[in-house]
């Protein structure tokens, strides 16, 4: 009964260019605990963030398997991966992805549009995640109105707000200088220590340190585990 | 599925609240095209009540056969035919032959005059009917009794006059008084309800203006008319044949014809009229103007709902990055559709709204400055709503289909 959160087996994935294929993933393997922060590194084009949305069920694999706690994701229709997504994993991106209409409370909020939760309990939720981030003082703003370091708080409170099993980060700190980045790894650590299971892609070895396991790839494998 | 239709309605007018201008230029064609069809239709609408008004009024049950004057010429060829107009020996050959008959009334009108103190210009027509006439053409008696049998065959001197006679005459309109017409007093015993009639109605469908008319008993006529005319005694100017139901109008119809064909030998000293038939014409025509109608209402909504997909194809576009963060966040292909096609929904159904305010508009003062009438009804408002509304969805549906097929990774990955 003790499943892995993560368990993915031979994922390989290629795209086609025009007549040729470009293979991007040969036998990836990759299992993660309950709790783990795991720190994914690799040169540029070694397929980290082709990876990562495959983990996030945004993308599916040529061959392989993949497993959440057990529950085999691939045999999933289009719709249920929505629904894993929106309940299951929380995503924070280096280009943070927040809808610049909405103000901080409302794109917090949004992952609540496609999953049932009742009125009052969505907006105390929202407002937690925002608390935990130490965004609140800036709950009205909009995007354009924010700090690089504070457009990413908002984009994790947005991750968090949904309780995932998994949060998945693909270079959080890479739009940031290295002052905010740490800001943004101490926050991690802190959820991390709070029981999350975070999944983060860097190039920084620095930052990757911040993870209690790094794991390489190159060329599409897994290096060292 | 309703919770997230609820949903897809907020997120949608967030997005058009933000852009407010382009939302409201680009249902500008649908606010014409509805605009346009609510007013046609009300002037539709309008012209069609009017003319089933005024048939009705002749009665759908009812066949006319009109004396027709003729001229000189003809006049020869018909004595030469043996043929002496329609006469009252044209009533009987229609009572015994044609089938469903219910009742037939005889109408004569009289060259006399009524010599009144009260104004000189004062000219009602005086009309020598049977006593039927009342039923069968529905007229209501506000006082005293219509003519009866026992006046004609009595040949009493008395009459029933119309409203507005009676109006003019004043006290002298009363019951009881007497009017004098030629050298003769007629007793008045019934005064007829005035009612209004258009005036159109009158002239373009020939109906007799009751209101100012003077009636008297059939055969009375004969004291207020010259000698040398009384070889006339027995000729009428109208018979009105009331037939048993509608659907035999028709039948009996064909029967007249024929009938009077043969006793007149073919002069065509008469001319039947049936309503029912003018009624039907009149809902062909009015199914010709529907269709023509129709058609400048599609492509009036055709051009509203190319607006509406071109600004919802240019609004999926500019917000590729966004659906894929929806998508991220976990919306289906089924959200994103839902949010699209609720978007270019509410832009028609508000540009409908707008239309139908702006058609009412229209159509009110189409009929204050054409001075047509128009009848904003029921479908009138409903018609170009459903139809905007389906335009809505039906062009929306593309782009919302193109937007929910997006791959959520390329998505995410544009800039
Ligand atoms: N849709 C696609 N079609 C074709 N090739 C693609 C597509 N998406 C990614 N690739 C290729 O796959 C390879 C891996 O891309 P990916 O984005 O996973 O790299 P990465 O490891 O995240 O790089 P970076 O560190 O620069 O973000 C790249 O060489 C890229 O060109
Ligand atoms: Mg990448």
Redesign the pocket.
């Given at each position: 009964m003790n499943f892995p959160v993560i368990e993915a087996l031979h994922i390989e994935k290629s795209?086609?260019?025009g007549y040729s294929i470009?293979p991007?993933l040969n036998g990836v393997e990759i299992r993660v605990e309950r709790g783990e922060f795991v720190a994914i590194m690799?040169?540029?084009?070694?397929?980290?963030?082709?990876?990562l949305h495959i983990l996030g069920c945004l993308d599916r694999p040529d061959t392989g398997s993949y497993h959440i706690e057990g529950h085999n994701v691939l045999s999933a229709t289009d719709s249920e991966l929505s629904k894993i997504r929106a309940t299951q994993i929380g995503f924070v991106f280096q280009s943070f992805n927040l809808l610049s209409a909405l103000n901080v409370f409302e794109n917090v909020r949004l992952p609540f549009s496609y999953s049932r939760i009742e009125k009052g309990e969505a907006r105390d939720r929202v407002e937690n995640a925002i608390a935990k981030v130490g965004l609140t003082h800036r709950i009205k703003h909009r995007p354009a109105e924010l700090s690089g370091g504070e457009l990413q708080r908002a984009a994790i409170a947005r991750a968090l707000v949904i309780e995932p099993k998994i949060i998945l980060a693909?270079?959080p700190t890479g739009n940031l200088d290295s002052k905010t980045g740490i800001e943004i790894m101490n926050l991690f650590q802190k959820l991390h220590h709070e029981g999350a299971t975070i999944i983060m892609?860097s190039?920084n070895h620095q930052i990757a340190n911040h993870a209690q396991r790094v794991i390489e790839?190159m060329d599409g494998r897994i290096i060292n585990k | 599925m309703i919770a997230e239709i609820v949903e897809a309605i907020k997120i949608a007018s967030r997005s058009l609240m933000q852009h407010k201008l382009r939302s409201g230029l680009s249902v500008l064609g649908v606010v014409c095209g509805v605009m346009a069809v609510l007013a046609m239709i009300a002037v539709g609408e309008g012209t069609k009540e009017k003319t089933l008004k005024q048939i009705g009024e002749l009665g759908i049950r009812n066949i006319f056969v009109k004396a027709v004057s003729l001229s000189d010429e003809q006049v020869q060829i018909a004595r030469e035919l043996l043929s002496e107009g329609l006469r009252f020996y044209d009533r009987e050959r229609i009572l015994s032959v044609v089938p469903d008959v219910e009742d037939i009334a005889c109408l004569k009108e009289v060259r006399a005059a009524v010599i009144s103190a009260v104004n000189i210009e004062f000219s009602p027509q005086i009309i020598a009917c049977s006593a039927n006439y009342a039923s069968i053409q529905r007229l209501h008696i506000s006082e005293g009794r219509f003519l009866n049998n026992q006046d004609i065959e009595g040949n009493q001197l008395v009459c029933a006059i119309g409203g507005d006679v009676a109006h003019k005459l004043g006290i002298n309109g009363q019951i009881g008084k007497f009017l004098r017409i030629e050298n003769e007093l007629f007793k008045i015993v019934g005064i007829l309800d005035r009612f209004y009639r258009d005036q159109e109605a009158i002239t373009t469908m020939a109906i007799r203006n009751v209101n100012e008319m003077v009636l008297i008993p059939l055969g009375a006529e004969n004291l207020l008319t010259k000698r040398e005319e009384v070889q006339n005694i027995q000729s009428l100017t109208e018979l009105i044949v009331l037939i048993k139901s509608a659907e035999k109008v028709f039948r009996a119809g064909e029967v007249i014809k024929r009938t009077l064909d043969l006793s007149h030998n073919g002069v065509k000293d008469y001319q039947i009229i049936i309503p029912l038939e003018l009624l039907r014409q009149a809902q062909r025509t009015q199914r010709i103007f529907n269709l023509v109608l129709g058609a400048i209402a599609t492509i009036s909504l055709l051009v509203g709902g190319i607006g509406i997909m071109n600004i919802m194809l240019a609004s999926v576009s500019e917000r590729t990055k966004e659906i894929g963060i929806r998508r991220a966040l976990g919306a289906t292909r089924m959200d994103i559709i839902l949010q699209f096609l609720a978007e270019a929904f509410m832009m028609t159904l508000m540009g409908g709204c707008i239309g139908i305010i702006t058609g009412i508009a229209n159509a009110f003062i189409i009929s204050k400055v054409a001075g047509w009438k128009t009848s904003v009804t029921f479908p009138a408002i409903f018609l170009p709503l459903v139809m905007s509304v389906c335009v809505g969805l039906f062009f929306g549906l593309y782009p919302a289909v193109k937007a929910a097929k997006m791959d959520p990774?390329?998505a995410l990955?544009t800039e």
């Open positions: 795209y086609l260019m470009l991007v690799g040169p540029s084009g070694s397929g980290k963030s082709t990876l693909d270079e892609i190039h790839l | 990774i390329k990955r």
